[in-house]
């Protein structure tokens, strides 16, 4: 019974350090960057160039050539290694 009762008590703990940050306005009410019309600025590329997008700033075809450049050299910085697996061998 007592291992019972205490690990209810440590739940209602984790509980509320989980909420805690949230109701001293933690990280619920992190400032962010406005934009000049009061939206919320884009933290990255790909954020930028859909804002472009939909405000008509930039085409179809320049948004695909921005993201396809944008994707080579992501490539180039951060390549994905694929590691040398031979295909299992049929046993016919």
Do not use: C, F, N
Request: charged share 20%; no cysteine; aromatic share 4%.
């Amino acid at each position: 019974m007592l291992y019972v009762v205490l690990i209810v008590i440590g739940l209602i703990l984790a509980g509320a350090l989980l909420v805690w940050p949230v109701l001293k306005g933690g990280p619920a009410e992190q400032e962010s960057i406005p934009a000049v019309d009061g939206r919320v600025a884009p933290a990255t590329l790909e954020g930028v160039l859909v804002g472009q997008l939909v405000d008509g700033s930039i085409t179809r075809a320049q948004y695909r050539a921005a993201l396809s450049r944008l994707a080579q050299r992501d490539d180039e910085r951060h390549p994905m290694s694929v590691p040398d697996i031979e295909p299992p061998e049929s046993s016919s």
